[in-house]
């Protein structure tokens, strides 16, 4: 886990979910094959030719860009497959539910974090019936307060669009608001230059220990 900036108020935690709110490297890696399988079918290329494809304009973006790294919603967009059409294809290919079970300990440090005043939205480049069906299937769907997806403003991550409409959907300023996700490129970067706070974790378990963090330190200023 890596605290990058704590805003002085906070008020808000915007989470990402994959890799963030359950560690599953294997299905991570199946949404991302079977996207680029749908597009490797639709482009009449075998899955490798488009495998190969999509790592070079990644790796050329990275490369003019400082070493940055985009999502692979925003790759898709260089081979001319809308926001639109990845939010579809990924509401027809993911079945969450296939991979991921509740977790108790998530729902525990949620539920702390809940009991703070703090208010929770989930950030991810997931279609939102998909990042609702995630959230069923962690047992933590009723927790958080609003769901800011790749299908809300047609954007995906790293763009500052889904993280300044999480803020007003909160109704609570920017800069009380702290990013928390697994990439720094697509979930930290972004939040610290609009003026949020930003935690970059290695999986789930850390989530667990912001909410032991959180609730040390904000128990101990509202007592001050
Ligand atoms: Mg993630």
């Known amino acids: 886990m890596n605290i990058y900036s704590l805003p002085s108020k906070i008020s808000a935690l915007l989470f990402d979910m ?3 709110l359950y560690t599953n490297p294997g299905y991570a890696q199946l949404q991302i094959d079977l996207a680029i399988e749908k597009l ?3 482009r009449g290329k075998t899955f490798e030719e488009m495998q190969r494809e999509i790592a070079d304009y990644r790796k050329r973006w990275t490369d003019a860009h400082n070493g940055r790294k985009t999502s692979l919603g925003n790759a898709f967009l260089a081979f001319g497959i809308s926001i639109e059409e990845s939010a579809r294809w990924r509401e027809e290919l993911y079945t969450p539910s296939d991979y991921l079970s509740p977790n108790l300990a998530l729902r525990d440090a949620l539920e702390r974090l809940k009991a703070l005043g703090l208010k929770r939205a989930l950030v991810t480049n997931n279609p939102v019936s998909i990042a609702r069906k995630t959230l069923a ?3 933590v769907e009723r927790i958080f307060d609003v769901c800011v997806g790749l299908d809300t403003c047609y954007a995906s991550k790293p763009n500052e669009a889904p ?3 999480a803020a007003e959907l909160l109704g609570v300023e920017r800069v009380e608001c702290i990013s928390i996700g697994d990439r720094f490129d697509v979930d930290i970067d972004i939040p610290l230059k609009l003026g949020m706070g930003g935690i970059l974790v290695d999986g789930v378990e850390d989530v667990y220990e912001i909410a032991e963090f959180l609730t040390g330190s904000l128990s101990e ?4």
């Open 40 to 42: 490797a079918h639709v």
């Open 221 to 224: 200023t509202r007592r001050s």
């Open 137 to 139: 299937a962690l047992g």
């Open 18 to 20: 994959d890799g963030t």
């Open 163 to 165: 993280f300044i409409k």
